[in-house]
Nanobody, 129 residues
Framework: QVRVEEVGGGLVEPGGSLSLSCEGS????????VAWFRQRPGKAREAVGC?????????FYEEGVEGRFTIARDYNKDTVTLQMNALTPEDPGIYYC?????????????????????WGQGAQVTVSS
């Protein structure tokens, strides 16, 4: 059975940092594109960014997080990390990772939610002083 899970998140003060890890079970996410999405309170789900399998650069970020968030692969652990720095009161929400198993070896990624077939349950990120 294929599962994707977000690990991490929690509470941080404004300006602080948090990281989330996307881990797969029954699927090697190293082989596929992975994207991060979030749903902030009262808002629709939105893309955060994505990482492709190959290509250079192989990441894409939405404008609101570019320069503060970094998506990277850990090939030793077969995980994808979302490192979030300089968090603001606009960043809290449920963060989801998703993988697209139709993208073996893809050199670029897209952040269209319908393109991702396995999703995690989400992890809470809270930014508060």
């Amino acid at each position: 059975q294929v599962r994707v899970e977000e690990v991490g998140g929690g509470l941080v003060e404004p300006g602080g940092s948090l990281s989330l890890s996307c881990e797969g079970s029954g699927v090697e996410i190293d082989l596929y594109n992975v994207a991060w999405f979030r749903q902030r309170p009262g808002k629709a789900r939105e893309a955060v960014g994505c990482i492709a399998v190959s290509g250079k650069p192989n990441t894409f970020y939405e404008e609101g997080v570019e320069g503060r968030f970094t998506i990277a692969r850990d090939y030793n652990k077969d995980t994808v990390t979302l490192q979030m720095n300089a968090l603001t009161p606009e960043d809290p929400g449920i963060y989801y990772c998703a993988t697209d198993t139709d993208t073996v070896g893809a050199p670029y990624c897209a952040i269209v939610p319908n393109g991702y077939d396995y999703w995690g349950q989400g992890a809470q990120v809270t930014v508060s002083s």
